[in-house]
């Protein structure tokens, strides 16, 4: 039972435009999400995280909404660099639990000169 | 700072071989977590230290996985007798302390049995 996913394995834009990745997750529980960027070889890095307690939390060109009456978020990132090509993972964690991260399976994104 | 490093980078192994990977956290994060990622999927919580706690075996897929953490730094994971279905790569993280703390994550040991 995946309790965090990310239906798009992959997602393509234009350098300049909007990139729109999206995950969702079923355990109520959950009041911390993160993304993490992943190039290939290398470990994930922390790009940026909200707490149940927000809805939006925005960092440079990268912003993470939180929806949680539908359990859903996403990650907007404006304008989209070719440096951001890589494939971004989002993960929960439930605070009063275990602090174990549960990951999604990760989206492509390419961006395109 | 150094990140997180962990080696060895890649292992080939034989099926029924056992293996050690290893750990080094970033200095002064009391805890320590092991993900796995297989092709195609996310990543697997397998273990997580915190301190001088009993560690979290939750994510342990069978009793041939182990991990110890000596000093409260460096961590050893073993897995006895590989399988060909062990073969992922194998992730460490640390961070600060429990709770909602960032993890920062090692580059990974990418191990293929064959």
């Known amino acids: 039972d995946q309790q965090v996913k990310q239906n798009s394995p992959s997602l393509s834009v234009q350098e300049g435009r909007i990139s729109i990745l999206n995950c969702d997750y079923t355990?109520?529980?959950?009041?911390?999400f993160l993304w993490y960027k992943k190039y290939p070889a290398e470990g994930p890095t922390f790009l940026i995280s909200?707490?149940?307690?927000?809805d939006k939390n925005e960092d440079g060109r990268f912003t993470v909404f939180l929806n949680k009456s539908a359990k859903h978020l996403s990650l907007h990132i404006v304008p989209s660099q070719p440096g951001d090509s890589a494939v971004y993972f989002c993960?929960?964690?439930?605070?009063?639990?275990?602090?174990?991260?549960?990951f999604g399976k990760g989206t492509k994104l390419t961006v395109n000169p | 700072g150094a990140g997180v490093s962990q080696s060895p980078s890649n292992k080939v192994t034989e099926k029924g071989k056992d293996v050690e990977l290893r750990c080094d956290p970033i200095s002064g994060h009391t805890a320590l977590y092991w993900y796995r990622q297989s092709l195609g999927q996310g990543l697997e919580f397998l273990i997580y230290f915190q301190g001088n706690s009993a560690p979290d075996k939750s994510g342990l897929p069978s009793d041939r996985f182990s991990a110890e953490r000596t000093g409260g730094s460096v961590s050893t994971l073993t897995i006895q007798r590989t399988q060909q279905e062990d073969s992922a790569v194998y992730l460490c993280?640390?961070?600060f302390g429990a709770g909602i703390e960032t993890q920062y994550f090692g580059p990974g040991t990418r191990l293929l049995v064959l």
């Open positions: 909200i707490s149940s307690i927000k």
């Open positions: 993280a640390s961070s």
């Open positions: 993960a929960a964690s439930d605070s009063g639990g275990s602090e174990k991260l549960v």
């Open positions: 355990n109520s529980m959950f009041d911390y």
